[in-house]
Every structure is written in structure tokens, then in C-alpha cells.
């Protein structure tokens, strides 16, 4: 049996950012992470690139390009939806109620860092910080990806899962 449809109240797009070594394509690459520490909370966590997709936002992927930009003051290519996860989010991130049986459904999609400039970082986790925002790479290996405390835990598992997988979707001939 399965029940009602869970309204969507939040929906994110995040990056599965990977900076490859223009000398060598075959040496592995980086995934480009952000490691957060929140106040009061000794345990930082590391969190791909992203975050909600505004109604200014004229399609999911205009949102990962946006989040990119004020986050990293990046650009990315090669744009490739790769993961989805879906949670439980009743509450609106300013605490409001949103629905007792809400959800979040967040986009990961596969990309290329094109290039980055952190003096253009801007947005409200560089404008307002809440806690720190410190952006690093990690070896985009299975040891790489499980070294850190990557966030959602779904998407740590399907990255140590999928390392060449994730490469693939980025591959000249997927078309």
C-alpha cells in the first residue's frame, strides 16, 4: 500500500563538483566541498555546493548555477542530474511550520568546475555568516569521499558507491 503524496515545501540544487587535472584526465579528480562548522557545535560536516532553489529561480538548474556563483564564485559545466534524496521538512528554514508532512527534495547533479574566484563569493553565507564556510577539495576516491563527514549520509553512501559512475556522467560521450 502507499500512502498520500508528501507535499514538496523546499526543494535545493547542490553540486557534485569535480575539478579534473587539465595536464592528466586520467589522474583522479577533486571534489569540490564545502567543510561547515556551525555555531556551538564542535563536529564540522562537509556539504556539496548549493542550496534552495528561489521563486527568482527560473529552473533548478538556473538555481545551481546561482548557488555556484554567490558560494564559490564559481562556474560550472557538463551539468548532469545524477542523485536525488528526499526528507522530511516541515519546517521552513526561518522555523515556521510548513506542512506537518512536508518534504525536501534535493537535486545533486554532476559537474565540472569550469573556474572559480573566491574574492567574488558573495550571498548570505559570506555576507551573514552563521559558523564557518571554508571551501576544500577531497580526492574524488572512495577513501576520499569517506574521510569526511559528507552530508546527506545518502549521498556519502551513493558517492563511495558510484566514484566511476559519477566520472561517467561527465565522460565526452554520454551525449
Known amino acids: 500500500m502507499s500512502g498520500p503524496v508528501r507535499p ?3 526543494r535545493t540544487a547542490r553540486a557534485i563538483l569535480l575539478e579534473f587535472d587539465a ?4 589522474a583522479p579528480a577533486s571534489l569540490v566541498l564545502i567543510r561547515r562548522v556551525r555555531p556551538g557545535s564542535p563536529r564540522p560536516y562537509w556539504i556539496t555546493p548549493g542550496g534552495g532553489v528561489e521563486p527568482t529561480d527560473e529552473t533548478v ?5 546561482r548557488e555556484v556563483d554567490e558560494e564559490l564564485g564559481g562556474k560550472v559545466t557538463d551539468v548532469v542530474p545524477a542523485f536525488v534524496d528526499t526528507v522530511a521538512h516541515s519546517h521552513h528554514d526561518d522555523g515556521t511550520p510548513a506542512h506537518p508532512h512536508g518534504v525536501k527534495v534535493q537535486h545533486f547533479f554532476a559537474c565540472r568546475l569550469a573556474g572559480m574566484d573566491e574574492s567574488r563569493r558573495h550571498g548570505p553565507e559570506v555576507e551573514r555568516p552563521n559558523g564557518e564556510y571554508e571551501i576544500v577539495r577531497v580526492p574524488f576516491t572512495r577513501e576520499g569521499v569517506t574521510s569526511v563527514n559528507v552530508v546527506p549520509p545518502s549521498l556519502r553512501a551513493y558517492l563511495a558507491a558510484n566514484i566511476e559512475g559519477v566520472r561517467a556522467l561527465l565522460a565526452p560521450d554520454l551525449g
Not at 23 to 26: A, L
Open 8 to 10: 514538496v515545501v523546499k
Open 23 to 26: 595536464d592528466d584526465p586520467h
Open 61 to 65: 538548474v538556473a538555481a545551481l548555477h
